[in-house]
């Protein structure tokens, strides 16, 4: 029998809502793509069709908080902020997006989203890291003078270092309202935007720590 786009689609959607559920409950680590399929009420080989692996599916869940992210900090930018601000903001907001994953989003940022980690290099990966990485690279881009110069891939990459930092920090930040994560994002963003080799349209916030 042939299976339509829309018994597709929702397939898929049930898949996630249970994962979603098997993650919050059990972990990432105590989770199995059989829990996931029973949970589904699937066969794993269908749950297979679907997604490679939990990794994967950890990686589609919480894609779908970034894009909800990524839509609001773009209706919430303000003129006139500096780039570490338009930074700190961008990051703010999809902390507050994942926070229904936070029990669980450290073990995917070791497991997924690590440089270090060879599963890092999947298509998922990757591309939830390039699209990130084009917001970043255009909020600098827009904060600098047109001489200046291309944030090298080198920087990139310490951009991206830090804000897993940050993310595996919060998923196990137990200060009230993770106030120390947000000293840490200070910090970090502080660090990152001196180290950029370029001339910025506007001064940059003189926020204490």
């Known amino acids: ?10 397939t898929r959607q049930r898949i996630l809502v249970a994962a979603r559920k098997l993650f919050s409950d059990k ?15 699937i066969a794993t080989g269908t749950l297979f069709n679907y997604f490679p692996g ?4 950890a990686l589609a869940i919480i894609d779908i908080s970034l894009e909800s992210a990524h839509s609001e900090f773009l209706t919430s930018q303000r003129e006139n902020e500096s780039l570490e601000e338009a930074l700190f903001s961008h990051i703010a ?59 090298s891939a080198v920087i990139m990459h310490l951009y991206w270092t830090l804000f897993l930092g940050v993310l595996a920090y919060w998923a196990k930040d137990e200060s009230p309202n993770q106030e120390d994560t947000l000293v840490l994002m200070d910090h970090a963003l502080r660090l990152f935007v001196s180290s950029l080799d370029i001339n910025l349209n506007t001064l940059e916030p003189n926020r204490s720590s």
Not at 2 to 10: F, G, V
Not at 27 to 41: H, K, L, M, N
Request: charged fraction near 25%; aromatic fraction near 4%.
């Open 54 to 57: 939990k990794e994967q599916l």
């Open 93 to 151: 907001i999809m902390l507050r997006h994942l926070r229904p994953h936070r029990g669980y989003l450290g073990d995917v940022v070791e497991t997924t989203l690590s440089p270090f980690n060879q599963s890092s290099d999947d298509d998922a990966s990757a591309n939830l890291r390039a699209r990130h990485l084009e917001t970043v690279q255009s909020l600098i881009e827009g904060h600098a003078t047109p001489a200046s110069p291309q944030p």
């Open 1 to 10: 029998m042939r299976i339509t786009a829309k018994a597709k689609i929702e």
């Open 27 to 41: 972990g990432f680590a105590g989770t199995t793509t059989r829990d996931i399929a029973v949970e589904a009420s």
